[in-house]
């Protein structure tokens, strides 16, 4: 549907005149339903949205295919949210929506509407819709609010960030029935609308306090309700792409996220949809950001710094195939239009300020052109000295006495085992959980070890028992802010999640701090499960580190929650290597080089033969001597002529 609809704005200059059923079937006839994947197509205007707040404000100044309400105000007139809108059973205050869709219509672009926000009527206002009549009246307002805004819509998301409050406490189940109702009285009210799928929102966020496995975990097992009922529940994915925090300590001492860590939570995203059965569906983020962290009311967006993580976040995203992406963010330094009054990268005194300056940049690459290698990391010297298929690796039991009742550990190794040379096993809570080696061997080309673990957590704390498994004890010496990327492949080989509370990767600091980020395994292919992130070493004095993976299961202190489950862990990877580089290939038919150095550098890069210019995120244009360039933590765009 996102193709017949792009088809259908190609045959008329008016985006809003598109309810002619002409349109419709000749767009149909002459494109597939299932939407290219961005990585092979030319990145169209289209990708870019932006979070509306104030449509009648001030109109963002960068290149957007539409915008997107959420949070979304008129002064004077409301808002349009659902809760806004429908103040009682059949009464609906449009007044806010009017004016917001007639300011959209002014500056040409169509809308993204998300819903959600149940009214206190419908439930009391508690976020959640338990009973058949309070989900009618849900659908309901759908029905009236698409069809009558029907013109001006381009998307629907059925609903924002379900994974938890403060937008809704009733489980992933009920939101895939609910998303399972929701398509056909959308596609009924507008028959043209792309519908997104139910957003979770990614990495560790401040306002739901949630770690990311638990978020996938919601985004999992609504997807499998969506999969079990047999009936389209969406055109498009969608997840809300926020990265998981990690400590990156910065030139000017300002705590930032690491926007590189969007890599892994859109290869989460994708892993865990495959395995689920959804192959074809495009990928969207229709909520995102990083540029400084959101927990942080007072840093500026207008800094060097803030400009080149959302410059090197936006060219990730971009280059991971994901077919749209919002703009936002929140807190007091918000780029959204929003309750501060200010835009993306728009101060309303002065203008475009850094960030915005490097966005709207970072548009003049994209737009027109592809990637014809998507933008990757430059690894370095791998610190990490044993593969996991070493030959002293042997079939047993590494660590645990625990013998639990019924069938949790039956079929388990007998005997001891050992793990590769120079891995161990730390942090063991033996009354608890038994790990073993399982097997090892090779696949995909790369060496892999099954670890089983298997169990009932009895501790006194949820999630507090965690059994490591170190990858290398002399792993090697860090000194303060030196950048660290630890990673590994993993794969679910046998048993479930269930039970499981967080798995995750560690960069410990021996005596001093860690670093960690959880990521939701699955069953999706070993050599696309690369789990990996970046992080910067804190202590002040040099320290040995400890690379390794965490286990935690999951603990009830009513019920004993017996866990088994064996995971494949591939390429385990400890190195400082912080530069990374993609091929972007324009409309004229010419290879340009999108570059940095995410630890900040200043670091030599070599460019290709023939290659004399480079441009900043400031549109400034550089010549190049003697085939190198100093690489910074912002991007670069290398060109063989100056582009102007």
């Not at 079937?25 to 990585?39: D, E, M, T, W």
């Not at 960068?62 to 008129?74: C, D, I, K, P």
């Not at 090892?440 to 059994?467: E, F, H, K, V, W």
């Not at 794969?491 to 990521?519: F, H, K, M, P, R």
Request: with cysteine; net charge negative.
């Amino acid at each position: 549907m996102r193709a017949i609809r792009r088809c259908c704005d190609r045959l008329t200059s008016n985006p809003f005149v598109r309810n002619a059923l002409a349109f419709l079937l000749l767009c149909a006839a002459s494109v597939s339903l299932v939407a290219p994947a961005r990585a092979q197509a030319p990145i169209p205007q289209s990708f870019f949205v932006e979070n509306i707040a104030f449509p009648t404000t001030n109109a963002p100044p960068l290149a957007l295919g539409s915008w997107r309400f959420w949070n979304t105000y008129v002064s004077g007139s409301g808002a349009v949210s659902w809760a806004s809108v429908n103040t009682a059973a059949g009464v609906y205050a449009t007044t806010g929506f009017d004016a917001a869709a007639l300011a959209a219509k002014a500056n040409n672009v169509p809308i993204l509407y998300t819903l959600g926000n149940v009214p206190a009527w419908v439930n009391g206002g508690t976020q959640s819709l338990p009973t058949t009549a309070e989900q009618q009246e849900f659908y309901t307002f759908v029905s009236y609010i698409v069809a009558r805004e029907c013109p001006v819509l381009g998307e629907v998301e059925e609903f924002n960030e379900f994974n938890g409050a403060p937008w809704w406490v009733g489980g992933p189940a009920a939101m895939a029935t609910i998303a399972e109702n929701l398509y056909p009285l959308i596609k009924a009210a507008c028959p043209w609308v792309t519908v997104l799928s139910p957003s979770i929102t990614s990495g560790t966020n401040a306002t739901l306090g949630a770690v990311e496995i638990n978020n996938f975990y919601s985004w999992d097992q609504m997807l499998q309700g969506c999969a079990a009922s047999g009936l389209p529940c969406f055109d498009v994915l969608n997840v809300h792409g926020y990265v998981p925090q990690v400590y990156m300590t910065v030139a000017d001492n300002t705590v930032v996220n690491a926007p590189e860590n969007i890599v892994d939570v859109i290869d989460n995203a994708k892993g865990v949809a495959v395995q689920d059965g959804f192959t074809a569906q495009p990928l969207d983020i229709a909520e995102g950001f990083a540029g400084i962290s959101p927990t942080d009311t007072t840093t500026s967006m207008d800094t060097p710094v803030a400009a080149a993580n959302a410059a090197r976040y936006l060219a990730l995203i971009a280059s991971a195939g994901i077919s749209q992406f919002s703009y936002f963010t929140y807190g007091t330094n918000n780029i959204s239009l929003n309750s501060s009054g200010s835009s993306l990268g728009l101060s309303p005194v002065n203008g475009l300020d850094f960030t915005g300056r490097a966005l709207k940049v970072m548009e003049s690459w994209l737009i027109g052109s592809r990637f014809a290698s998507p933008i990757s990391r430059i690894p370095g010297a791998n610190i990490v000295r044993t593969a996991p298929n070493d030959p002293s690796a042997r079939a047993g039991l590494v660590s645990g006495t625990f013998a639990p009742t019924g069938s949790v550990c039956n079929g388990a190794p007998t005997g001891s085992g050992s793990l590769p040379t120079d891995w161990a096993a730390g942090n063991q809570h033996a009354t608890m959980m038994n790990v073993y080696v399982v097997d090892t061997g090779t696949a995909s080309g790369l060496p892999y070890i099954d670890i089983r673990y298997c169990g009932i957590d009895q501790t006194a704390g949820s999630g507090t028992t965690n059994n490591s498994l170190v990858f290398d004890t002399g792993a090697g010496t860090s000194t303060q802010n030196q950048a660290w990327v630890i990673g590994v492949n993993a794969q679910i080989v046998a048993g479930t999640l269930s039970c499981v509370y967080d798995t995750d990767l560690t960069l410990s600091e021996v005596g001093g701090d860690q670093s960690n980020i959880s990521y939701y395994l699955n069953t999706g292919p070993l050599l696309a499960n690369a789990f990996q992130f970046r992080t910067y070493q804190q202590s002040s004095a040099p320290t040995t580190i400890s690379p390794r993976f965490s286990f935690k299961p999951y603990y009830n202190s009513t019920t004993p929650c017996p866990f088994d489950i064996t995971i494949r862990l591939a390429n385990p990877d400890t190195d400082t290597g912080t530069r990374w580089d993609g091929a972007l290939l324009g409309a004229d038919g010419n290879i340009r080089y999108i570059v940095w150095d995410a630890a900040g550098g200043p670091s030599n890069y070599t460019v290709p033969a023939g290659y004399n210019y480079y441009q900043d995120v400031r549109g400034y244009e550089h010549p190049i001597s003697g085939g190198i360039v100093q690489l910074t933590n912002s991007p670069i765009l290398i060109e063989q002529a100056a582009s102007h």
